[in-house]
């Protein structure tokens, strides 16, 4: 239990130096996400972040949760409006939705981008203890089969 309250705020302090670092260096003058997605075409944050050549390999890193986090909106909030005729897809949706409502823009980005990272530390860590779980059962099992 405690461990995973460690790993846990470990996720959260992640979103949180991400969300940070967003706020920083990409909100400055009048940059809006929704306009962005309004206008662009389907991609991958977490993709593209990965990709980029213009980032260090440490800024990528602490980006991540920021990207995972807008993939997730996209997916989610944005699918939800666009069943609601927000917009033709997703993108398009979700960008109508914070143009219109630049409060739930700020929620949105601040919720996700911490969930970002939360997800990004717990998965791992619920995958490798399954995965060491079954390994340590397995190994029990044949050393009290055959010796």
Do not use: H
């Amino acid at each position: 239990m405690k461990y995973k309250k460690i790993i846990f705020l470990i996720g959260l302090l992640w979103g949180l130096i991400s969300f940070g670092l967003i706020e920083v260096a990409g909100r400055r003058g009048q940059f809006s996400i929704g306009n962005y997605l309004m206008d662009s075409k389907p991609f991958i944050a977490v993709v593209d972040i990965i990709k980029a050549d213009n980032l260090v390999w440490l800024l990528k890193l602490l980006l991540l949760p920021y990207a995972v986090g807008l993939d997730l909106s996209i997916w989610t909030i944005g699918f939800i409006g666009c069943i609601f005729k927000y917009g033709n897809s997703s993108f398009q949706a979700l960008g109508k939705v914070f143009v219109i409502y630049p409060i739930v823009e700020w929620f949105i980005v601040i919720i996700y981008t911490i969930l970002g990272g939360v997800i990004l530390v717990i998965l791992p860590y619920y995958l490798i203890s399954y995965a060491v779980t079954k390994l340590l059962k397995n190994i029990n099992f044949y050393k009290n089969r055959y010796f």
